[in-house]
């Protein structure tokens, strides 16, 4: 489970960034955060990932303390796939192994690889075991990331708008690994999409951001025209059609 209660940030005290923003989000749940540009969404992310420290409140996960935790033993709990993924010039299978970093001294233990073996034959990168990374598609790193992620064994995975450079082939891959992972891993997932119909679809709950403010979150229920409206200053029209819904923004 992860917790986030009252947290805040700023880079100065007088400017604050992030306002006391609390969420939670259940093993196996998919959490979407919703927001315009500069609402304080990758801020939120980065508080979560230990890049800066917050100025108050509380992050958990099963309980225990992301704030006061060495980066090794907090790898053990987090993994995060960014938006932009970068590649290291070593092969797929040595760029996943190197995800096992946090658990091991000197060398990789036989456990190590054999949990390495096994994300890549769970997505399908055999084949590309000894290429090199950075000579993959975009698709292609974008897979290999999330096999990183999941050899970390996290509790929490992190992505930051991973569809943002993605057609629709890949972004619909994407959404079924995501589901998969989150409900046969039992893995809590917490991701910011710009797509308002596909973090519908996606997410089991949903935190719209403004202004460093988590203004509204919950079940499908607070995906509202309303909300919508308030965040983004967008008027937009939810319908169900065919029993799927569909959100559309209206022209002006």
């Known amino acids: 489970m992860l917790r986030v209660e009252n947290l805040s940030f700023g880079y100065t005290k007088t400017t604050p960034i992030l306002k006391s923003a609390s969420l939670t989000l259940d093993k196996g749940q998919v959490g979407i955060v919703l927001g315009p540009n500069g609402a304080g969404k990758s801020t939120l992310f980065k508080n979560i990932l230990g890049l800066v ?86 698709g292609e790193k974008q897979i290999v990331a999330i096999a990183r992620a999941m050899a970390q064994e996290p509790k929490v995975l992190i992505f930051d708008e991973p569809t943002s450079n993605l057609d629709i082939s890949r972004e619909l891959l994407l959404q079924e690994r995501v589901t998969k992972i989150a409900k046969n891993k039992d893995v809590t997932i917490l991701m910011a999409v710009h797509d308002l119909n596909l973090a519908y679809d996606m997410g089991d709950k949903f935190f719209f951001v403004k202004e460093g403010e988590i203004v509204a979150q919950g079940g499908k229920e607070v995906f509202t025209e309303e909300n919508i409206l308030k965040v983004f200053n967008r008027e937009c029209q939810i319908k169900e059609i065919d029993n799927q819904i569909y959100i559309k923004y209206v022209r002006r």
Do not use: C, W
Request: hydrophobic share 40%.
């Open 53 to 138: 420290k917050p100025t108050g409140g509380i992050i958990e996960i099963d309980g225990n303390d992301m704030i006061n935790i060495s980066p090794r033993e907090r790898a053990k709990h987090i993994a995060y796939v960014p938006q932009s993924v970068e590649m290291p010039m070593l092969s797929v299978y040595e760029t996943i192994l190197a995800a096992r970093i946090p658990y091991y001294t000197f060398a990789p233990t036989k456990r190590d690889r054999e949990i390495v073996f096994n994300v890549i034959r769970e997505f399908g990168l055999e084949h590309y075991m000894n290429t090199m990374a950075t000579n993959l598609s975009g």
